[in-house]
């Protein structure tokens, strides 16, 4: 070969060695050779690339190629950020640990862990992702998402799988399962909300819902004695008509518009069920007196029974 590898430019060495698989032995020489070239000489551009030509070619027992990979190792820490290539090295690390699991050491890991940090500090999220938690993610999501689907799904659930979201990937997704689980949670909440406070009467639902927009305790409360009112004399009406009506029942009403209103409505229906509850009794009243005993009529019969009793003791 009339020009040597070692002789070539360094991105040519490179991408040599990276379009030929099939270098014989000489070729491979002359290729660490050149890459040995630039780190003695030239050890600032000393590339990722580089490093991994050497790494690949150490011969084990080689105290000269050891010490080449150990020099190696310190120029690429030197070399400039622009020469890094962050995907390669993400991809170098994830195929080592593959190729030698148990290479993996305690230190290892802290200085992983260390640079994922950085990579999401990098990319805005602070939190630390934990893989280990995906598989408990899944098992959650295939779970729920039926119940986001029927809108069943409660609060702790909703709660649980932003958690578990959160934990998993170190931060929830925007528009993602778990917040579609809040958004449905809320959703039912507030049909809840509007349906406890409907009453059973059509007044009772008018009132209600021109309420909506008040918002103040007193406006509030207010509100609740209206509907209460309301409710009350749906259920009285019918007795009234029915004859059915108790004294509990008027005195009930009348109480619930008094604090209503803070008067009771003359011709009301509360006035009404008073009346008709004073005029049941009174008729109860006449129809007593008009079936029992006259006192004359009593005193009569005492004095008579008296006189029988007299005559027959004189008989004797």
């Known amino acids: 070969m009339s020009d040597t590898i070692s002789e070539k430019p360094a991105s040519e060495v490179s991408s040599k060695f990276f379009n030929d698989a099939h270098l014989d032995e000489h070729e491979i020489k002359e290729l660490t050779d050149g890459v040995l070239s630039k780190l003695n000489n030239d050890p600032g551009s000393f590339t990722t690339d ?3 030509i050497l790494s690949e070619h150490v011969v084990e027992g080689d105290e000269n190629a050891n010490l080449s990979l150990g020099l190696a190792h ?14 390669t090295a993400v991809e170098d690390l994830h195929a080592a640990v593959d190729a030698a699991p148990m290479a993996v ?3 290892v890991l802290r200085t992983t862990q260390s640079i994922v940090s950085k990579m999401q500090k990098a990319v805005g999220h602070t939190n630390a992702p934990h893989p280990e938690v995906e598989a408990e993610l899944q098992e959650e999501i295939a779970r729920i998402e039926p119940k986001i689907s029927r809108g069943t799904v409660t609060k702790a659930e909703a709660d649980r799988l932003h958690s578990l979201e959160a934990r998993a990937h170190g931060h929830t997704e925007k528009g993602g399962i778990a917040a579609a689980a809040q958004s449905a949670v809320a959703k039912r909440e507030r049909q809840l909300s509007l349906s406890s406070g409907s009453g059973s009467s059509p007044n009772s639902g008018r009132s209600r819902a021109n309420s909506r927009t008040f918002t103040s305790p007193k406006q509030q409360s207010r509100q609740d004695k209206e509907d209460n009112l309301h409710q009350a004399e749906a259920a009285i009406k019918p007795k009234i008509e029915q004859g059915t009506i108790t004294e509990e029942d008027a005195d009930n009403l009348h109480s619930l518009e008094m ?13 009404t069920a008073q009346s008709f509850v004073s005029r049941r009794c009174e008729e109860s009243l006449s129809d007593a007196s008009s079936t029992s005993p006259r006192l004359s009529e009593v005193d009569g019969d005492k004095d008579s029974l008296a006189s029988e009793n007299n005559e027959s003791a004189i008989a004797a």
Do not use: M
């Open 50 to 52: 580089d490093a991994r």
């Open 105 to 107: 050491t305690t230190e």
């Open 74 to 87: 310190r120029a690429s820490l030197l070399t400039p950020v622009k020469n890094l290539n962050l995907r």
């Open 259 to 271: 604090r209503a209103h803070g008067h009771v409505q003359k011709g009301g229906l509360s006035a």
